[in-house]
């Protein structure tokens, strides 16, 4: 009985613990737009900002089809001129064209298969097109 409340005292912390960071991880969620530049930047109207993310994000952001879209990139802020892009299924990355905020994917005609990152088709292997649009799916 002694050793089960422990670890339910233990298991209870815990879950403390992880809402707060979970509060803090919201609270620091910045939104910036801006043109993306070759070299992993996004230039903001304040001035350029250096992007970070994970590896199916730095495909899109190096992606030349990409590079010179106006962007809207959701992440965290690492000091004043630097952002970690949420991870790829935060769906953190858009393009900006005409007002309208569109997901950027990448579409295999063949198989008819969508992607999130610049790359061969897992199918065919075949090179994916480009495809800005509304929907995600
Ligand atoms: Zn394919």
Not at 111 to 118: A, D, E, K, L, Q
């Amino acid at each position: 009985m002694y050793q089960y409340n422990e670890s339910v005292k233990r298991r209870n912390l815990l879950t403390g613990l992880l809402t707060t960071v979970g509060t803090w991880a919201r609270e620091a969620e910045t939104t910036l737009r801006g043109r993306l530049l070759q070299g992993d930047l996004l230039n903001t109207p304040t001035g350029p900002v250096k992007l970070t993310g994970d590896e199916p994000t730095l495909g899109v952001i190096r992606d030349p089809r990409v590079i010179g879209l106006e962007m809207e990139l959701v992440g965290e802020a690492r000091g004043t001129d630097a952002l970690e892009i949420g991870a790829i299924h935060k769906k953190a990355l858009y393009a900006i064209k005409s007002g309208r905020r569109l997901f950027v994917t990448y579409w295999c005609d063949i198989c008819s298969i969508r992607t999130y990152t610049p790359g061969q088709c897992w199918c065919c292997q075949e090179q994916t097109k480009l495809d800005l649009r509304e929907r995600y799916d």
